[in-house]
Nanobody
Framework: QVQLVESGGGLVQPGGSLRLSCAAS????????IGWFRQAPGKERERVSC????????IDADSVKGRFTISRDNAKNTVYLQMNSLKPEDTAVYYC???????????????????WGQGTQVTVSS
């Protein structure tokens, strides 16, 4: 069973930055496509960013383009989500998820990912 652990969430003022981490145990992260999702109260879980397995290409949601960056450090077996220029509407629980097929292109929904972390809360508020 793939195990993922998120960290790095917290309370930040609008315009601030946070870096989320997604660490893996018992498997090598670069064998998988990794997605970051978020879910705000009363809303559906949505994909924010995704990094593919083979070429490391990334896809970002329109709402975060230019502000969020997904990356992976294979030596640390960790995927990061750097979040800049945060807005109150970015407030949500953020999850990382792994997809064994390795591509992000058609992996747009939570059902496309098989393994999930427990989530980390991000709150953007003054």
């Amino acid at each position: 069973q793939v195990q993922l652990v998120e960290s790095g969430g917290g309370l930040v003022q609008p315009g601030g930055s946070l870096r989320l981490s997604c660490a893996a145990s018992k498997f090598t992260l670069d064998y998988y496509a990794i997605g970051w999702f978020r879910q705000a109260p009363g809303k559906e879980r949505e994909r924010v960013s995704c990094i593919s397995r083979r070429d490391g290409s990334t896809i970002d949601a329109d709402s975060v383009k230019g502000r969020f960056t997904i990356s992976r450090d294979n030596a640390k077996n960790t995927v990061y989500l750097q979040m800049n220029s945060l807005k109150p509407e970015d407030t949500a629980v953020y999850y990382c998820a792994a997809r064994s097929l390795g591509s992000c292109t058609r992996a747009t929904t939570p059902d496309d990912f098989g393994s999930w972390g427990q989530g980390t809360q991000v709150t953007v508020s003054s």
